[in-house]
């Protein structure tokens, strides 16, 4: 495609996206989006891997020094 074609297609699409006019269902999107106070956060993978903290369980003391 030649960059004049080229131009004009992206002009297009950018005319598009500046007039039209998109019908947005906000009550959908405030559902998706928002955070209500009686959700907690529930960590799936929390049971199956331990922390960090939790994989040292022989500390290196002065038995190995």
């Known amino acids: 495609m030649g ?6 297609k992206h002009t ?3 005319r598009e996206l500046k007039y039209d006019t998109y ?3 906000y009550s ?6 928002g955070h209500h ?4 956060y529930v960590d799936k993978w929390a049971d199956q891997y331990s922390d960090e ?4 369980t022989t ?3 002065s038995s190995q020094a």
């Open 53 to 56: 903290d939790e994989d040292e």
């Open 28 to 33: 959908a999107l405030e559902r998706e989006l």
């Open 23 to 25: 019908n947005v269902n």
């Open 3 to 8: 960059r004049g074609r080229q131009k004009a």
């Open 37 to 40: 106070s009686e959700d907690e």
């Open 59 to 61: 500390p290196l003391s």
């Open 12 to 14: 297009k699409i950018a």
